[in-house]
């Protein structure tokens, strides 16, 4: 089973992605928040989002870093990765570019088996890549869950790539 997934086809730019690394990334988000906020609109713009990470940043500027006993304890404490955690799919497929005639996303699982979604569907969807904090072994690296729940008790697995029509 490869730990990485391929992003190609009507793409301006084939990228690979290596799930084991997302556990790292500041875009991740625990999956049982995802479950609890469906069906929710999603109001919050780009603009607000902006401005709270302007407001982080001017947070910690002014009142400086924490003190070192605090930081040790904080480290042990992000050592216990627990839990489900997700990524959402639509920043990679915007880095990698659809073609301006590009309708759908092509999942290539294992299997030899395709399943297709609309590339709106797309845009939508969730990568669960760790359960348990652990990164998914089997039926992975990553589980595939529609934006909107429809699947959540049974997500597309065994991914091995995605092709953009």
């Known amino acids: ?13 084939p990228i690979t992605l290596d799930p084991s690394v997302w556990i ?6 625990k999956m049982e928040d995802f479950f609890a906020n469906l069906g929710e609109e999603k109001t919050e713009s780009h603009e607000d989002e902006l ?16 003190p070192t006993k605090q930081s040790e304890k904080l480290f042990v404490e992000k050592k216990k990765i627990v839990g489900d ?7 990679f497929i915007k880095n990698a570019e659809p073609g301006s005639d590009a309708s759908r996303l092509v999942c290539c699982l294992q299997n030899g088996e395709e399943v297709p ?6 845009y939508d969807a969730v990568l669960c890549f760790a359960i348990d904090g652990k990164p998914i072994r089997e039926d992975g690296p990553v589980h ?11 997500p597309i697995r065994g991914i091995i790539g995605f092709t953009i029509e």
């Open 51 to 66: 401005m709270k990470i302007g407001q982080r940043w001017d947070r910690e500027l002014t009142e400086g870093v924490i």
């Open 85 to 91: 955690y997700g990524m959402n799919l639509q920043p």
């Open 117 to 122: 979604l609309s590339l709106d569907e797309a």
């Open 24 to 29: 790292f990334d500041d875009r991740k988000f």
């Open 144 to 154: 595939l869950y529609y934006g909107d729940g429809r699947n959540m008790d049974n």
């Open 1 to 13: 089973m490869a730990n990485v997934i391929t992003v190609n086809g009507n793409v301006k730019f």
